[in-house]
T-cell receptor, first 112, second 112 residues
Framework: DTGVSQDPRHKITKRGQNVTFRCDPI?????LYWYRQTLGQGPEFLTY????????KSRLLSDRFSAERPKGSFSTLEIQRTEQGDSAMYLC??????????FGPGTRLLVL | SQQGEEDPQALSIQEGENATMNCSYK?????LQWYRQNSGRGLVHLIL?????REKHSGRLRVTLDTSKKSSSLLITASRAADTASYFC????????????FGPGTRLSVLP
């Protein structure tokens, strides 16, 4: 069990640029989640995959956000045309069933 | 509307004292979980309590669940400076889909 990993850990970008984050879940976990967390707040759900299928998306996930999980393994979250309001910690979690979610260390995004 | 809310928002105690945090939620749940987050890090799972359970223990942690009041409490006994962190409750609210809904957290400071 190597845990959930995320890459990069930090990203600084200029407004209008595209960014992509990667999440590698725990290998036997078929469920993968993306959350966004701003300072002083709890994580907010963005989207959820079961294997390669994206089964749920939050209304927070605007058209500029897209997530994929090809082959049901790692996942990517892309933000197009970044805005300053996108600055946040992006957290990935995985689970085997709808129970304990194991979180990665997060990717901290700063949009200048 | 937010499913879970922790109370208090911030708590400061001396090392060795007990810390109690509360969580209230609004709809029926399958289970409730508590997570800890050190500053700038990912979330660490502490304990899961199912809707048919009333109390669970794990080391210095004690969690209670009162489904009639839609509330839970997390007690940390004999606190240590290393317990300084933010604590979140998360519910898998029935009807909210597969994701967890987090509250804004309680920021605990344990002073040496």
């Amino acid at each position: 069990d190597t845990g959930v990993s995320q890459d990069p850990r930090h990203k600084i970008t200029k407004r209008g640029q595209n960014v992509t984050f990667r999440c590698d879940p725990i290998s036997e976990h078929n469920r993968l989640y993306w959350y966004r967390q701003t300072l002083g707040q709890g994580p907010e759900f963005l989207t959820y995959f079961q294997n390669e299928a994206q089964l749920e998306k939050s209304r927070l996930l605007s058209d500029r956000f897209s997530a994929e999980r090809p082959k049901g393994s790692f996942s990517t979250l892309e933000i197009q045309r970044t805005e300053q309001g996108d600055s946040a910690m992006y957290l990935c979690a995985s689970s085997r069933r709808q129970e304990t979610q194991y979180f990665g260390p997060g990717t901290r995004l700063l949009v200048l | 509307s937010q499913q879970g809310e922790e109370d208090p928002q911030a708590l400061s105690i001396q090392e060795g004292e007990n810390a109690t945090m509360n969580c209230s939620y609004k709809t029926s749940i399958n289970n409730l979980q508590w997570y800890r987050q050190n500053s700038g890090r990912g979330l660490v799972h502490l304990i899961l309590i199912r809707s048919n359970e009333r109390e669970k223990h794990s080391g210095r942690l004690r969690v209670t669940l009162d489904t009639s009041k839609k509330s839970s409490s997390l007690l940390i006994t004999a606190s240590r400076a290393a317990d300084t962190a933010s604590y979140f409750c998360a519910t898998d609210a029935l009807g909210y889909g597969q994701n967890f809904v987090f509250g804004p957290g309680t920021r605990l400071s344990v002073l040496p």
